[in-house]
């Protein structure tokens, strides 16, 4: 008796954590405003920057002066996921929650920082990163992730490290190598950040 009750238990909670699969005329709407939004989220988030010696205009300005490389990323990422929803209902996915997703990422960047050995030196700047990040994903949730929510269904991802992993990938083939990262973090520095200018050049996008 006791094993079929936590037999049913573990049933439910597995049947819980499924969802339908969004078909991609569902989700259009939704990634179109995601798309747009993402600026505007890290524009209301300004205040988690604020103390890092810069304003945040020209921070602004070092991201936006790579908004093509930005884009193209989102076109890799998109390909990539092309058949994450479907073209039609009936399908079930697992449920996916973004603040895995986040821890996932955060501990990506922080083996990349490892690895180039800085892990120790970049520690203030990945708690501000940290705090920065949480409040765009905060932000986007409201918008574009409360899209999501209102459609009652998920995508068919990969799993979080492998998403991470992706990402990265895309974000290296289209100009965030080792050089596009290290000259993103001289600008930066330039712009007023002047302790990250001892860090950047040692950057080792791998």
Do not use: W
Not at 42 to 54: N, P, R
Not at 71 to 98: D, F, T
Not at 135 to 161: E, Q, Y
């Amino acid at each position: 008796m006791l094993r079929f009750a936590l037999a049913a238990s573990l049933l439910a909670l597995a049947v819980a954590q499924m969802q339908p699969q969004c078909t991609c005329q569902q989700v259009e709407p939704c990634k179109s405003g995601a798309q747009d939004q993402v600026m505007s989220c890290a524009d209301s988030c300004q205040k988690h920057v604020s103390g890092m010696g810069a304003p945040y205009s020209s921070i602004r300005s070092c991201i936006m002066q790579r908004q093509s490389t930005i884009n193209s990323v989102v076109n890799c990422q998109e390909r990539q996921l092309a058949n994450s929803c479907a073209a039609r209902p009936g399908a079930q996915v697992p449920k996916r929650y973004p603040e895995t997703l986040k821890l996932a990422a955060f501990n990506e960047v922080n083996n990349i920082l490892r690895r180039s050995g800085l892990q120790a030196e970049a520690a203030s700047f990945m708690a501000v990163g940290k705090k920065f990040a949480s409040c765009v994903m905060k932000c986007m949730n409201k918008g574009s992730g409360r899209c999501f929510k209102k459609l009652g269904c998920g995508l068919a991802l990969p799993p979080d490290n492998v998403l991470v992993q992706q990402t990265k990938q895309c974000a290296m083939g289209s100009g965030f190598n080792t050089a596009g990262v290290q000259s993103l973090c001289n600008c930066i520095a330039g712009a007023g950040v002047r302790s990250l200018a001892p860090l950047c050049n040692r950057i080792q996008i791998s």
